[in-house]
T-cell receptor, first 115, second 114 residues
Framework: EAGVVQSPRYKIIEKKQPVAFWCNPISGHNTLYWYLQNLGQGPELLIRYENEEAVDDSQLPKDRFSAERLKGVDSTLKIQPAELGDSAVYLCASSLGTGLTDTQYFGPGTRLTVL | AQSVTQLGSHVSVSEGALVLLRCNYS??????LFWYVQYPNQGLQLLLK??????LVKGINGFEAEFKKSETSFHLTKPSAHMSDAAEYFC????????????FGAGTQVVVTP
């Protein structure tokens, strides 16, 4: 079974430029998550989707971040414009359902460097 | 509100020695607890989880953890460290009190020396 796929794996951009990350969850997984992981810290949830609907985006900085999950499968996370403080690893995860005990499966992440 | 505290950001163990990673949580309702491992340049992989029932939980790669409600702890152990155990380990908690949001600790980096 293929895992969660993310691309690109690495991205270097200059501040004020836009950037987008793509995630393909495990087939059949209805719930998709985007996490932010700063260096030396644990992941922090940015947004959670149940199918096409964003059910928890309270931690997403909506002035510059946006996300979409068209057709309830793949998802894209965008930053426009990027700031120096956005340098981090962006992780995508998926789970079969929305239960508290449903295991979240993580992709390898996209490491963003903003210069 | 819930939170997770991992004691020790870095742990060094000798190959063959006991691995003990400490995790304490706070939650006003019964929590579900998880340990994840992250190898360099890889995503997080679930080691084990506690939901209900037996408080001693066995996971992959020889790891186990024990849920102790009275101590609000969920420490991770492995009797004999292997070089391949070198990685970062994250404890996480989720509960109905957090609207289903998985809360991670800051992580513990494990170094295994020959």
């Amino acid at each position: 079974e293929a895992g969660v796929v993310q691309s690109p794996r690495y991205k270097i951009i200059e501040k004020k430029q836009p950037v987008a990350f793509w995630c393909n969850p495990i087939s059949g997984h209805n719930t998709l998550y985007w996490y932010l992981q700063n260096l030396g810290q644990g992941p922090e949830l940015l947004i959670r989707y149940e199918n096409e609907e964003a059910v928890d985006d309270s931690q997403l900085p909506k002035d510059r971040f946006s996300a979409e999950r068209l057709k309830g499968v793949d998802s894209t996370l965008k930053i426009q414009p990027a700031e120096l403080g956005d340098s981090a690893v962006y992780l995508c995860a998926s789970s079969l359902g929305t239960g508290l005990t449903d295991t979240q499966y993580f992709g390898p992440g996209t490491r963003l460097t903003v210069l | 509100a819930q939170s997770v505290t991992q004691l020790g950001s870095h742990v060094s163990v000798s190959e063959g020695a006991l691995v003990l990673l400490r995790c304490n949580y706070s939650s006003s309702v019964p929590p579900y607890l998880f340990w994840y491992v992250q190898y360099p340049n890889q995503g997080l992989q679930l080691l084990l989880k506690y939901t209900t029932g037996a408080t001693l939980v066995k996971g992959i790669n020889g790891f186990e953890a024990e849920f102790k409600k009275s101590e609000t702890s969920f420490h991770l152990t492995k009797p004999s460290a292997h070089m391949s155990d070198a990685a970062e380990y994250f404890c996480a908690v989720i509960s109905t009190d957090s609207w289903g949001k998985l809360q991670f600790g800051a992580g513990t980096q494990v170094v295994v020396t020959p």
